[in-house]
């Protein structure tokens, strides 16, 4: 059982723990997801989009499914912007070295891991298919 004393320290510091209060701090704030533009899941506005697949559909022998080719298009380009991201990641740190931006380049793998999980199940589809 947690004590009164407990309970009472967890609500004064729940009521100080409300966030940010000033405009400016409000607008830091909202752009805290957006520190590399890779949480945006969005790939079919991207200007590379088209062109790449393109390049992918005249690569094939087989004709595939546009469905199973946007998916490998998609994941392709968002392995791209994670290279990119991580790119520019080292080049930042190596000018200037920081422990905050290290973690931030290690955190990238919790983007990369699902895409390329993604990019084998492509992947795995189209063998079975062809």
């Known amino acids: ?9 967890n609500r004064l510091n729940a009521k100080r723990s ?6 400016a701090g409000k607008a830091k704030s909202s752009r805290n997801a957006r520190q590399h533009g890779l949480s945006r899941l ?11 697949t393109s390049a992918i559909a ?4 087989q004709q595939y499914s546009s469905l199973n080719m946007d998916d490998l298009v998609r994941t392709n380009l968002w392995l791209g912007r994670i290279q990119q991201a991580r790119h520019d990641m080292l080049v930042a740190l190596l000018e200037c070295p920081s422990p905050k931006l290290a973690r931030r380049l290690a955190g990238l793998e919790r983007y990369e891991r699902p895409v390329r999980a993604a990019q084998r199940r492509v992947l795995k589809r189209w063998l079975e298919q062809g």
């Open 1 to 9: 059982m947690t004590s009164e004393r407990k309970i009472a320290t």
């Open 18 to 23: 409300t966030g940010p209060k000033t405009k």
């Open 42 to 52: 969005k790939a079919e506005g991207d200007a590379n989009f088209s062109p790449l």
């Open 58 to 61: 005249a690569g094939l022998a």
